[in-house]
């Protein structure tokens, strides 16, 4: 962690300042969640976000003092679920077929015959 004063009217990088937020794991947090965000958005071709959240408030009883805390973010993209077809019928249930289409006769299985019919097959 460095203590060091920046010269009057420079601005100390941010990224330095990320750096010493709980001795780094902010940053490492980041660089992992962004790691997930590309492969996420890669796979599903959807966009997602990463945010970083910096808090800073005044300690109590030492106004000089300032409390310095941070989270990461990460909302992926992720695979819409799979939806099935349903039908509501006049009292709102859900139905798999719809209630108000014929409904086929009973199917049955036709048998196959047991000869060919080749046209060597029905010479004989």
Known sequence: MTDQTPESGQVRPFAAVLQDIRNGQISDAAAVSMQELVAAVREHGKKGTLTLTICVEPM?????????????TLKAPKE?????????????????????????????????PTTSNTPKDLAQ
């Not at 009883?61 to 941070?70: E, F």
């Not at 709102?92 to 209630?99: Q, T």
């Open 80 to 112: 819409a679920p799979k939806a099935a077809i349903f039908f509501a019928d006049n009292d709102g249930n859900l139905l798999r077929d719809d209630p108000r289409q014929l409904a086929l006769p009973g199917l049955r299985r036709v048998e196959t």
């Open 60 to 72: 109590k009883n030492n106004p000089d003092a300032l409390a310095v805390s941070a989270e990461v």
